[in-house]
């Protein structure tokens, strides 16, 4: 990493004033990827969409995404996707997408900032706001590459410079690289789009309580013995006063010793128990990054020439707990599976991904 070079810094400012009165809304609690062998990155998202145009008086439709294409090779990648349904609250909502482009030469470090503005007169009606990361899809515009480092953080909600304004930072840095044979030597820049998924809660004085925690793990891995699906038992420490409590993210970070093929990554959190008297939260964190399976060369004849390499990685985020006072939260997941037919195809394409429709009804 000390050879990464920071190559750009964008700084853009966008106003959102579509805050509303959401009685329901949905939360993400990341995700779980494999392919049968492993590949650049042409494309990997997971993320919840849904907005205040699919509400209703009667009900709020959303939906779940995962996104996956490879390079050259075809293959078959299948997922495990968390995420709750929160319901009855007394909560002011606001959901939105931020379209980002990211570009740049391989090996070097691509950072961009962006501020979400919020009219002050309706954030100081709150006594508690919290921002939640729902979700990203990264996709490749320009040929798959390697993946060295990505982050994703999203500020809480502060003070603005801009009159009648308060803001939320949303910070992202990318490394990609590709030097290994079925990569073009010729052509060094990189060029992707990420789109981020977020809301913005709100509630009045005791209505709502959030507590953040960050993690920190570090993995490694030889060309002998790869690394294990790591679940790992936490919890985390909030209010008493609160009856329901929800895990959500609000960064992530991935940070590799070099550019390394993909094989599985897992990002998710699944709550075990909550104990309303303590404000304890008990949960187990899959956290985890695989390079290669010892079999996996033999998964197809494209498999044969997969390649193992050595290495490590570094898995950090933060994780928080929101509590409310008033509120159902019902926790999902779903499992399915993306084909990707391979051969370099642009991976913005509906076949690179798996949609699944739901429909909350309004009691």
């Not at 060309?223 to 329901?244: A, F, M, N, R």
């Amino acid at each position: 990493m000390d050879t990464i070079k920071r190559i750009s810094l964008i700084f853009t400012i966008i106003f959102c004033t579509n805050i509303y009165a959401q009685n329901n809304f949905v939360i993400w609690q990341g995700f779980e990827h494999t392919w049968k062998y492993n590949h650049r990155l042409n494309r990997l998202g997971d993320y919840i969409a849904q907005s205040s145009s699919s509400s209703s008086n009667d009900k709020h439709i959303y939906s779940s995404v995962h996104a996956s294409a490879s390079g050259v090779g075809k293959d078959t990648a299948t997922f495990k996707t968390n995420f709750a349904e929160i319901t009855n609250t007394n909560i002011n909502c606001f959901s939105g997408k931020l379209s980002i482009s990211l570009n740049g030469k391989q090996g070097e470090l691509c950072s961009v900032s962006r501020v979400i503005l919020l009219p002050k007169n309706i954030i100081n009606k709150w006594s508690e706001t919290a921002v939640v990361f729902n979700g990203f899809d990264l996709i490749s515009e320009s040929g798959a590459d390697k993946l060295q480092m990505i982050k994703i953080n999203f500020s809480d909600v502060m003070p603005s410079k801009y009159k009648d304004t308060m803001q939320v930072k949303v910070d992202i840095d990318l490394v990609v690289d590709c030097k290994s044979f079925e990569c073009n030597r010729f052509y060094k820049k990189f060029e992707y789009t990420i789109n981020l998924y977020y809301l913005i809660l709100g509630a009045d004085q005791y209505q709502m309580h959030t507590t953040s925690e960050d993690y920190n793990q570090t993995i490694a891995w030889s060309k002998k013995e790869t690394t294990p699906k790591y679940v790992l038992h936490k919890e985390i420490k909030g209010d008493y006063k609160y009856s329901q409590g929800i895990l959500t993210f609000k960064s992530i970070c991935v940070v590799l010793n070099s550019e390394h093929w993909l094989l599985s990554y897992a990002n998710a959190i699944e709550a075990c128990n909550y104990n309303k008297n303590s404000g304890l939260m008990q949960f187990n964190h899959r956290s985890y990054l695989q390079q290669y399976e010892n079999e996996m060369n033999k998964a197809s004849t494209q498999a044969k020439f997969s390649s193992k390499q050595k290495g490590w990685a570094l898995l950090q985020g933060t994780i928080q707990l929101i509590q409310f006072k008033k509120g159902e939260i019902v926790h999902k997941n779903r499992t399915d599976y993306i084909f990707w037919k391979g051969m370099n195809k642009k991976a913005h394409s509906d076949l690179s991904k798996n949609i699944k429709t739901y429909t909350i009804q309004n009691k």
